[in-house]
């Protein structure tokens, strides 16, 4: 390989990418934040609601997780224009994102909803819990601490593969600013084993803040190697 | 004094009856202990006793005032006499066991958290786990967890405890610290109605033996009544080969 690396103009360029890591890092806890509310809303809807209520949330689930997220962020950013809606890229990216996310923790939240026992949700009503208590006191716990693997890799995943969609319509998130960046003197490869170094970084300070918190609140035994 | 009169109850799941007509009395400081096969419907009466499974016929009265369990209010005054233990301990596993047995009497009945601390300290006394306030359910083995379940249920100061086969899910060899710990109740003069397949136990603390088959009563009695001299067929063939291995 004919090629010499050339570290310099990355280090002086570091602080816009460090920026941008940032930049993921919001983006990714904003959508998630949002996706798991709707999460929790559907999933609730599924297990307690009536049909009418069950099939909207079915036919929304279905139509986001069996379609690229890409897609959906080029609809809304493409396709919307042509109906005289302009949002920017950012709040492109994040309806997508959110509107995505929280289909997958509809999934991952049902599972939640359907393993508590009923029998322990017995033992509070005859200690005379009322319907709200029990959610709060019995439902709500177990489906913290039981779905909290999925949800913190879910995480992960939206933190890395989500956000970096960002980068094809114009974000100036982690990837955007390495293209931004790498697209002015072709250290391509520079620039992206800098960047892959900071992603991992980033999900790795995630996995342990997530791993602690889970430990600390739910009692949940989350390795993180 | 006539503590607990159920009088020809009724309950149905779905299209089959299986409680067809129950009525027994249960005394003051008296055991009581429900026998018989699989499906007999025995379960069913305790749970009929707390309002899980509702009574499609006849009633239920503590102390002469009958429970109306459409009535929020009665089927919680019901609970405040009656407390439960299940056959898979059912705690909240998601609390410690000091949690599962003060979260009742702290958060539903307001009482002083203080107070029920002390309590609690003492129930997990009597039933052997004071070393264990801190440990989740999880952490314990079946025969503790029952055992904790049963502090949970006393901590609510019921007048009657209700146990619903409370051994049938332990390996044998725990099923001995459980027992140990209703025959201790049993001593304090605790009134309680027993489900259970130990025959050898309820001979030995029930006053009052009721041998339960399809929903109905077969007969009742004295343990020895219905032990050593069953008169009906059913019953004698039940004991037969039950008392023989």
């Known amino acids: 390989m004919n090629y010499t690396f050339q570290y310099g103009v990355v280090w002086k360029n570091l602080g816009e990418l460090f920026d941008g890591a940032i930049l993921t890092f919001q983006l990714g806890a904003v959508s998630f934040a949002g996706g798991a509310l709707i999460g929790l809303f559907c999933a609730a809807l599924i297990a307690y609601g009536p049909f009418i209520l069950r099939l909207p949330v079915h036919v929304y689930v279905v139509a986001v997780t069996n379609t690229p997220a890409l897609i959906q962020i080029y609809f809304l950013y493409y396709g919307l224009p042509e109906f005289g809606i302009r949002w920017s890229s950012e709040a492109c990216l994040l309806i997508g994102l959110i509107l995505n996310a929280g289909a997958y923790l509809t999934l991952i939240m049902r599972a939640g909803f359907l393993s508590v026992r009923r029998t322990e949700l017995e033992a509070g009503q005859v200690l005379g819990l009322s319907i709200v208590q029990q959610v709060r006191y019995i439902v709500v716990p177990h489906i913290a601490k039981s779905i909290y693997p999925a949800m913190a890799n879910f995480f992960i995943v939206i933190l890395v593969m989500g956000t970096s969609i960002g980068s094809l319509i114009g974000v100036d998130e982690l990837t955007g600013q390495a293209i931004n960046l790498s697209s002015v003197n072709y250290r391509w490869l520079e620039y992206f084993t800098v960047v892959a170094l900071m992603y991992v970084v980033l999900t790795f300070i995630a996995s342990v803040g997530l791993a602690l918190l889970g430990r600390w609140a739910f009692r949940v035994k989350a390795r993180i190697f | ?245």
């Not at chain 2, 459409?70 to 949690?99: C, E, K, P, W």
């Not at chain 2, 209700?162 to 140990?180: C, F, K, N, Q």
């Not at chain 2, 003069?189 to 029930?206: D, K, P, W, Y």
């Open chain 2, 1 to 245: 004094m006539l503590h607990l009169g159920v009088n020809d109850i009724r309950a149905s799941y779905g299209a089959l009856e299986v409680l067809r007509g129950i009525s027994m009395s249960v005394k003051k400081g008296e055991i009581s202990a429900l026998v018989g096969p699989s499906g007999s419907g025995k379960s069913t009466v305790l749970r009929a006793l707390v309002g899980l499974t509702p009574i499609t016929g006849g009633n239920i009265e503590i102390a002469g005032q009958t429970i109306d369990y459409r009535s929020a209010r009665s089927v919680r005054a019901a609970r405040d006499t009656m407390a439960i233990v299940f056959q898979q301990y059912n705690l909240f596993q998601n609390m410690t066991v000091m949690g599962n047995v003060t979260f009742a009497p702290i958060k539903i009945k307001r009482r002083p958290v203080a107070e029920v601390e002390a309590q609690a300290k003492k129930l997990l006394d009597l039933v052997g786990l004071g070393d264990k306030h801190g440990a989740y359910p999880d952490q314990l083995s079946g025969g503790q967890q029952q055992r904790v379940a049963i502090a949970r249920a006393l901590a609510l100061e019921p007048k009657i405890l209700l146990l619903d086969e409370v051994t049938s899910a332990l390996d044998p060899e725990l099923v001995t610290e459980v027992l140990d710990t209703i025959r201790r109740l049993a001593g304090e003069g605790m009134t309680m109605i027993l489900v259970s397949h130990e025959m050898a136990f309820v001979r030995e603390v029930a006053n009052q033996v009721v041998f339960m088959d399809r929903g109905e009563i077969i007969e009742s009695g004295t343990p020895r009544e219905i032990f050593d001299n069953p008169k009906t067929d059913r019953a004698q063939d039940f004991f037969s080969k039950i008392l023989r291995h």
